[in-house]
């Protein structure tokens, strides 16, 4: 093993080890299911190269992960929560609609472990991977619905204590220089030529607003919710 490091395939081992496992200077947090493939795209068509889910992954801060670019300055990933603040990297929080949230969350149910871990097809199953690491932070109900709207009101919270620059992604175009001023770089020609449905899946909660609230409104933490969406500017 020592005469092996001595090579210059073990010294290139280990400066490739050490190009990967590079903490971020940025991070981008939320929910899941809330835009940080956009922000990733969009950052990285703003000049600084951006990840999702590269450095911050099911495993925590990855010590060595090639599918994370090596000149990332900045990873966007939910997965980030349970590890911040870190003095060592600004995190940006973005926020989506939570209805749009929680259909997205219940429609891929990941808030349902026995179904993810029943499926026969690859993707389904990695995503599991996603719903253990989200059980380890966060208390399941066994109630899919109950739980994407807890989770929406809950890691929320975290983010905002973790970090006060908050991004709405409804309203990115009227936050383009704040984004400009915090990562450094120019967004306003890449808002122009990324496309804000990035990581778009099909939903199978299509009740219209009004009947989702209803459905909502009969749990006991409804009331966080609208509270937390109303700091947002939304109303639930």
């Known amino acids: 093993m020592v005469k092996l490091l001595r090579t210059p395939r073990g010294y290139a081992k280990v400066a490739e080890s050490l190009i990967y496992s590079r903490k971020p200077e940025f991070v981008i947090i939320g929910t899941g299911r809330s835009g940080t493939t956009y922000f990733s795209e969009l950052l990285t068509a703003s000049g600084l190269s951006c990840s999702h889910e590269g450095y911050y992954t099911v495993k925590g801060p990855t010590l060595y992960n090639t599918r994370r670019q090596p000149d990332a300055q900045c990873d966007a990933s939910w997965l980030a929560v349970p590890f911040l603040p870190d003095d060592e990297v600004t995190a940006v929080h973005v926020v989506r609609d939570p209805f749009a949230v929680i259909r997205s969350l219940f ?15 690859a993707v389904t199953r990695v995503r599991a991977k996603f719903t253990r690491f989200a059980q380890k932070h966060f208390e399941f109900t066994g109630d899919p619905l109950r739980d994407s709207m807890r989770w929406y ?48 899946r099909p939903v199978r909660l299509l009740d219209p607003d009004e009947e989702l609230q209803r459905k909502l409104a009969n749990y006991p933490e409804y009331p966080e919710l609208v509270k937390v969406a109303e700091r947002y500017g939304y109303a639930v």
């Open 107 to 121: 429609s891929c149910h990941f808030f349902d472990l026995e179904h993810l871990e029943q499926a026969t097809d």
């Open 153 to 200: 009101s809950d890691w929320n919270t975290r983010c905002e204590a973790i970090t006060d620059k908050r991004v709405v992604i409804e309203r990115v175009d009227q936050q383009l220089s704040d984004l400009s001023e915090w990562f450094d770089v120019d967004c306003e020609k890449a808002y122009r030529i990324v496309s804000q449905s990035a990581n778009a």
